[in-house]
Nanobody, 125 residues
Framework: QEHLVESGGGLVQTGGSLRVSCAAS????????VGWFRQVPGKGREGVAC????????DYARSVEGRFTISRDNAKNTGYLQMIDLKSDDSDVYYC??????????????????WGQGTQVTVSS
């Protein structure tokens, strides 16, 4: 079976850093764009960052640009989201997702087919 498992969430103070990971099993991430999302009450899942299958294209939500960095290691079949200068508004469950495409990436949740269960990130002041 195909699975995505997020890890690395936790509690961090305002201004702190955290890296969350997304490990794929049952399939290879090669050929898949990877996205990170978080839940917005009443609005569904908000795209935070995405990276193309080649790793050459990335996109970020304005609220995290300059603070979050998305990356991938196809050899490890894993995607990453490095977060720095965390703010209380960043507290949320973070989900990774994949979309089979070799072209670009998207911050729109409906474009993604595989989803992980999420990892909680809590930023305390």
């Amino acid at each position: 079976q195909e699975h995505l498992v997020e890890s690395g969430g936790g509690l961090v103070q305002t201004g702190g850093s955290l890296r969350v990971s997304c490990a794929a099993s049952g399939f290879t991430l090669d050929g898949y764009a990877v996205g990170w999302f978080r839940q917005v009450p009443g609005k569904g899942r908000e795209g935070v960052a995405c990276i193309s299958a080649s790793g050459q294209t990335t996109d970020y939500a304005r609220s995290v640009e300059g603070r979050f960095t998305i990356s991938r290691d196809n050899a490890k079949n894993t995607g990453y989201l490095q977060m720095i200068d965390l703010k209380s508004d960043d507290s949320d469950v973070y989900y990774c997702a994949t979309r089979k495409t070799r072209w670009g990436c998207s911050l729109e949740a409906p474009n993604y087919t595989h989803w992980g269960q999420g990892t909680q990130v809590t930023v305390s002041s």
